[in-house]
């Protein structure tokens, strides 16, 4: 079990620019959720995969966010034109639903900062 | 909605200290109730879960009992140490749907030598 991973760990970009960040689940978990947690704050739901479908998304999921998760794998999550209102750190989770109960399992974060 | 309120931080102790974090929530149903912690620079880690009322989850030393007559999920520990400074947030899992996790605010705990 090697955990949940994110790439890159740190981003700077400048305001109008696209970024992509990648999640790498745990192996055999269906399930995948994007969370962004801005400075002093919890953790806000984004989004959520269970396998390849995109089930569900949070209303904090403006139209310049898009996420994906090919083959039900690892994930993506993009982000078009960015305002310094996106800088946070993005986070993902991964878990298995199992007898109607789940833990989700973090990867370390992806801290974006526009300039 | 949903809701989790959390102690507010930051709270600082001596080393080996009673350590006691306030969480309360608002839910429909019978939501799971989580502790992760977060050490700075890093991502969140579980620290302990209760999936029914009365359970007791525990590990590390921390301990949270469900109790669903006063909504609480209130985290202890008896006596704390400097690697525990971190900050803590308490969660539910929301079953409306995607069973997303709920966070409160966080608490940041520092505990001096």
């Known amino acids: 079990d090697t955990g949940v991973s994110q790439d890159p760990r740190h981003k700077i970009t400048k305001r109008g620019q696209n970024v992509t960040f990648r999640c790498d689940p745990i192996?055999?978990?269906?399930?995948l959720y994007w969370y962004r947690q801005t400075l002093g704050q919890g953790p806000e739901f984004l989004t959520y995969f269970q396998n390849e479908a995109q089930l569900e998304k949070s209303r904090l999921l403006s139209d310049r966010f898009s996420a994906e998760r090919p083959k039900g794998s690892f994930s993506t999550l993009e982000i078009q034109r960015t305002e310094q209102g996106d800088s946070a750190m993005y986070l993902c989770?991964?878990?298995?639903?199992?007898?109607?109960?789940?833990?989700?399992?973090f990867g370390p974060g992806t801290r974006l900062l526009v300039l | 909605g949903n809701s989790v309120t959390q102690m507010e931080g930051p709270v600082t102790l001596s080393e080996e200290a009673f350590l006691t974090i306030n969480c309360t929530y608002t839910?429909?149903?019978?939501?799971?109730l989580f502790w992760y912690v977060q050490y700075p620079g890093e991502g969140l880690q579980l620290l302990l879960k209760a999936t029914k009322a009365d359970d007791k989850g525990s590990n590390k030393g921390f301990e949270a009992t469900y109790r669903k007559e006063t909504t609480s999920f209130h985290l202890e520990k008896g006596s704390v140490q400097v690697s525990d400074s971190a900050v803590y947030f308490c969660a539910l899992s929301d079953f409306q749907g995607a069973q997303k996790l709920v966070f409160g605010q966080g608490t940041r705990l520092t505990i001096n030598p």
């Open positions: 839910a429909t149903g019978y939501p799971s």
């Open positions: 989770a991964s878990s298995s639903y199992q007898r109607q109960q789940e833990t989700q399992y």
């Open positions: 192996s055999e978990h269906n399930r």
